[in-house]
C-alpha cells in the first residue's frame, strides 16, 4: 500500500472529487431530470459516495480510496447507458457522463502521482 508523505499537496484533488461528486448529487435538479426514479437514484448514491470517500481519502490519503472514486467514476459515466435511462436530454447525459470521466480521470492522476510524482512513501 502507498501512503502519502504530503498531505496537503495531495488533498487538493480529493476535494475537487469530492465538489465533482456535489454537483453530481445537485445534476438532477439542475438538468431537470428529478422525476426519473432510475436516473436520480444512480446519480444521487453515486454522487454521495464520490463525496464521501474524496473527503475520506483528504483526511487519511490511502490509495484504496482513489481507486474505489475512480471506479466510480466511470460508473457514473457509463451509467446513462448501461441503466437505460430514459427521457433525458443529451445535456444531462453527457453532463453526467463529463463528471463521472473527469472523477475518475482525477482520482487515477492521483493513484499515478503516488507511484511516480516522488511524494509517496511505502507504508
Known sequence: MIRLKDPQEYAATNYIN???GALLIAMPWLAGFADNIAALTSVVISG???VTLSL???KHLDEWEDW???AIGIWAALSPWAMGFTG???TA???IAS???AT???ALIEIWRAHHGGGAARA
Request: aromatic share 4%; glycine share 8%.
Open 18 to 20: 469530492a465538489m465533482l
Open 48 to 50: 454521495a459516495a464520490i
Open 56 to 58: 475520506g481519502a483528504a
Open 68 to 70: 474505489i472514486v475512480a
Open 88 to 90: 433525458l436530454s443529451e
Open 93 to 95: 447525459l453527457w453532463s
Open 99 to 101: 463528471l463521472g470521466i
Open 104 to 106: 475518475a480521470l482525477l
